[in-house]
T-cell receptor
């Protein structure tokens, strides 16, 4: 167990609905990352936070996606007006600031959009 | 744009055999190369990693070989065991503390037959 937790583990929703996922990083880690993994593929970077500041966003993160880390601890990823193409595993990872290359992943939230 | 290419997509090895997974990268700015192991329903777990200033790194039954001039690196699993059956991802990252977003290969599904 790496210590990164994600909730929920599974989410089934209908197209057009909004969903929100939560990630709790390892407590002393000040960097938090979101990745998306589709079936049979490697994870793809979405965005990352250093403390509460969102420092980078991928082109994959469309306007329907928003991520927050309000107090520099847990983070939420919201998808508005979900589409079938959003179906994927959403992975959260965390790291220490000076050890950003060593990222520890949570178990992921599997989203299915019907 | 696939910056890290991984092969093979799947691999079947007999117990006790050697599993070899290969990766090639394009961006010469990458300077840290981790391998992740992922079991079904779990997030990726960091297995072993290498920097380009060394040609080989060994940890237990796992060895990374690195060829900087060819921009290639590989994972060797010696004495493969059924418990090693998982999906393996190579990755690359710019270890400059400015972003540290992992770029993953497409994954190799390894099955070790008893």
């Amino acid at each position: 167990d790496t210590g990164v937790s994600q909730d929920p583990r599974h989410k089934i929703t209908k197209r057009g609905q909004n969903v929100t996922f939560r990630c709790d990083p390892i407590s002393e880690h000040n960097r938090l990352y979101w990745y998306r993994q589709t079936l049979g593929q490697g994870p793809e970077f979405l965005t990352y936070f250093q403390n509460e500041a969102q420092l980078e966003k991928s082109r994959l993160l469309s306007d329907r996606f928003s991520a927050e880390r309000p107090k520099g601890s847990f983070s939420t990823l919201e998808i508005q007006r979900t589409e079938q193409g959003d179906s994927a595993m959403y992975l959260c990872a965390s790291s220490l600031f000076l050890r950003g290359n060593e990222q520890f992943f949570g178990p992921g939230t599997r989203l299915t959009v019907l | 744009q696939q910056q890290v290419k991984q092969s093979p997509q799947s691999l079947i090895v007999q117990k006790g055999g050697i599993s070899i997974i290969n990766c090639a990268y394009e961006n010469t700015a990458f300077d840290y190369f981790p391998w992740y192991q992922q079991f079904p329903g779990k997030g990726p777990a960091l297995l072993i990693a290498i920097r380009p200033d060394v040609s080989e790194k060994k940890e237990g039954r796992f060895t990374i070989s690195f060829n900087k001039s060819a921009k290639q690196f590989s994972l060797h699993i010696m004495d493969s065991q059924p418990g090693d059956s998982a999906t393996y991802f190579c990755a690359a990252i710019r270890d400059n503390n400015a972003g540290n977003m992992l770029t993953f290969g497409g994954g190799t599904r390894l099955m070790v037959k008893p």
